[in-house]
């Protein structure tokens, strides 16, 4: 069976009605353990005290906030290349997710940043990349809900995340490409000196694989919605076009 | 409650946040959902309806 059938709404939603319990459940399972373990069972870091808590939600939140964009760059490639309309829905429901985890990073970054750093807010390339990544976010959502046909949507939003592409490229890697400003490297890296010790990794991927099938389960929920209000506007029109 | 020394604010409030953000956008998924599920069902069974009396 080729992946492409699965842009056939009603397969999509049979498959969804049996992913969608099991990522919900797991989300649940595993946010809830790494969190826990997270913030009730690791010890303090020597420089940062007990504020190193914050990396449980911070860095899935931030990890997400980038790949959620990457996720709708791929769906909306293949509503440019293949024009499937579940791939143009996928990307529209992955955006309220995309840009709450932003706003998650975001703050908790902030708040971890004053005793950390002694500012809330630095014009640092990867928080800078991050605010504008951000507006991106709301400068989508806002173009899915401004233009009234769903097809005409959907290729100018897309249009809009190849551009935004380059920032969520940048949030990833400005970190790599500038050595000035306050944010440290990759907490989860192969370079042994900049990786986070094992008392703190360990939950960290626990809280990392729960927050993924958190937003699974929550792009998969948000599609399905979609593809039935697209049903409810079509049966709609219809009804309309026989009254007439 | 672990002992957060002087960052119990930061912590807290950095995980009160989180959750709040959370709480919120899987609650209002979960209101839309249901909502737009419910409507479906509506519209349907008014065009069989329809359909029938057309019949």
């Given at each position: ?5 699965y ?6 939603m ?22 826990i ?10 420089q ?16 997400l ?18 024009r499937?309309?579940?791939?143009a829905l ?13 706003l998650i ?9 004053e ?6 807010w630095?014009?640092?390339?990867r928080?800078?990349s991050?605010?504008?990544?951000f ?6 959502i ?8 769903a097809?005409t949507?959907a ?5 809009l995340c190849?551009v935004?592409s ?17 944010h ?14 094992d ?18 389960a929550l792009?998969?929920?948000r599609t ?12 709609i ?8 | ?5 002087k ?5 807290l ?26 409507t ?12 029938k009396?057309r019949?």
């Amino acid at each position: 069976m080729s992946l492409w059938e699965y842009a056939n709404p009603r397969r999509f939603m049979r498959l969804t009605d049996v992913v969608l319990p099991w990522s919900a459940a797991g989300a649940a399972l595993l946010m809830a353990v790494g969190l826990i373990w997270g913030f009730f069972f690791t010890p303090d870091e020597v420089q940062q005290g007990s504020t190193v808590k914050i990396i449980f939600i911070h860095v899935p939140a931030a990890m997400l906030a980038i790949n959620a964009w990457f996720m709708m760059l791929v769906t909306s490639l293949v509503w440019l290349v293949r024009r499937h309309h579940v791939s143009a829905l996928a990307a529209k429901a992955a955006a309220p997710v995309g840009v709450t985890m932003t706003l998650i990073a975001l703050f908790t970054g902030a708040i971890w940043g004053e005793p950390m750093w002694g500012t809330y807010w630095a014009w640092d390339p990867r928080l800078t990349s991050f605010m504008i990544l951000f507006v991106f976010y709301l400068g989508y959502i806002a173009l899915w809900a401004a233009i009234e046909d769903a097809d005409t949507a959907a290729d100018l939003t897309s249009i809009l995340c190849i551009v935004g592409s380059v920032f969520a490229f940048l949030s990833r890697y400005a970190v790599m490409f500038w050595n000035q400003g306050l944010h440290q490297g990759e907490s989860l890296s192969l370079d042994k000196k900049q990786h986070v010790a094992d008392v703190f990794s360990t939950p960290l991927y626990v809280s990392i694989a729960g927050f993924i099938l958190f937003f699974i389960a929550l792009v998969l929920l948000r599609t399905r919605t979609e593809i039935r209000a697209r049903r409810i506007s079509a049966l709609i029109a219809r009804e309309r076009q026989e009254a007439a | 409650m672990p002992d957060l020394g002087k960052y119990t604010d930061t912590v807290l409030g950095a995980y009160a946040v989180a959750l709040i953000l959370i709480a919120v956008l899987t609650v209002q998924s979960l209101l839309k959902a249901a909502k737009v599920k419910r409507t479906l069902s509506q519209t349907e069974k008014r065009r069989q309806k329809n359909g029938k009396q057309r019949g």
